[in-house]
């Protein structure tokens, strides 16, 4: 080397790869350092909020639903009772003319036709302000027989009634807005009577 070699030394360059390796491994050592969250503390407490608010929400459902309930048996009690003093309202002027007609009988001069004729007023008073809620008559005679409605006590025969047909009611029965309350109790034809035979050569005449 010459003395103007030595004089002027040639700068040295780092080498590129060392200071990539090195920014890399900075940038590692970063990323892998965990990144700051809640403390558990934190996390506790913010636990025991949610379910002191979902307590909160439990209690006032079950208070609502009590309410409810209260609410539908006092609709339940208040709709009974308004429709049962609907009824009372048309029955009770049939009990007053009942009390007149009972006061009448005892009248020195009563007469039995006219009270009969009062007696019959009354009953179709009363029998008008039951069809007027929803009750009816089952009429069955002359009808064929349905054990839905009709409850056969007995059967015998008939010329002018069909067999399995209602010969005759023995007590009325009644439907309510159409469901049966009480069947009509009936006697059920047996069709026409067997004639009857001639002693002297066995014949049926």
Same mark, same amino acid.
């Given at each position: 080397? #010459?003395? *103007?070699?030595? @004089?002027? =030394?040639? %700068?040295?360059?780092?080498?590129? +790869? &060392?200071?990539?390796? /090195?920014?890399?491994?900075?940038?590692?050592?970063? #990323?892998? *350092?965990?990144? @700051?969250? =809640?403390? %558990?503390?934190?996390?506790?407490? +913010? &636990?025991?909020?949610? /379910?002191?608010?979902?307590?909160?929400?439990?209690?006032?459902?079950?208070?609502d639903l009590d309410n409810y309930r209260k609410r539908a048996v006092?609709?339940?009690?208040?709709? /009974?009772?308004?429709?049962?003093?609907?009824?009372?309202?048309?029955?009770?002027?049939?009990?007053?003319?009942?009390?007149?007609?009972?006061?009448?009988?005892?009248?020195?001069?009563?007469?039995?036709?006219?009270?009969?004729?009062?007696?019959?007023?009354?009953?179709?008073?009363?029998?008008?302000?039951?069809?007027?809620?929803?009750?009816?008559?089952?009429?069955?005679?002359?009808?064929?027989?349905?054990?839905?409605?009709?409850?056969?006590?007995?059967?015998?025969?008939?010329?002018?009634?069909?067999?399995?047909?209602?010969?005759?009611?023995?007590?009325?029965?009644?439907?309510?807005?159409?469901?049966?309350?009480?069947?009509?109790?009936?006697?059920?034809?047996?069709?026409?009577?067997?004639?009857?035979?001639?002693?002297?050569?066995?014949?049926v005449v």
């Amino acid at each position: 080397m #010459s003395q *103007a070699d030595s @004089a002027n =030394p040639t %700068p040295v360059t780092p080498e590129p +790869a &060392a200071d990539a390796a /090195a920014t890399g491994a900075a940038a590692g050592a970063a #990323s892998a *350092a965990p990144a @700051a969250g =809640p403390s %558990p503390e934190e996390l506790v407490a +913010a &636990a025991k909020k949610e /379910a002191a608010d979902n307590y909160e929400r439990y209690l006032r459902s079950v208070a609502d639903l009590d309410n409810y309930r209260k609410r539908a048996v006092r609709d339940r009690e208040d709709a /009974a009772h308004r429709a049962a003093t609907r009824i009372l309202e048309d029955l009770i002027p049939v009990l007053d003319n009942l009390g007149h007609a009972l006061n009448a009988t005892k009248a020195a001069n009563a007469d039995l036709k006219s009270l009969s004729g009062g007696v019959e007023m009354i009953a179709s008073q009363l029998k008008g302000a039951l069809s007027s809620h929803g009750l009816a008559e089952v009429v069955p005679v002359g009808k064929p027989f349905d054990p839905n409605l009709h409850e056969a006590i007995s059967q015998q025969a008939s010329a002018e009634v069909p067999a399995d047909h209602v010969a005759a009611c023995v007590r009325t029965g009644y439907t309510l807005n159409g469901r049966l309350v009480r069947a009509a109790s009936v006697v059920v034809s047996t069709g026409k009577p067997e004639k009857p035979a001639d002693p002297a050569n066995g014949v049926v005449v």
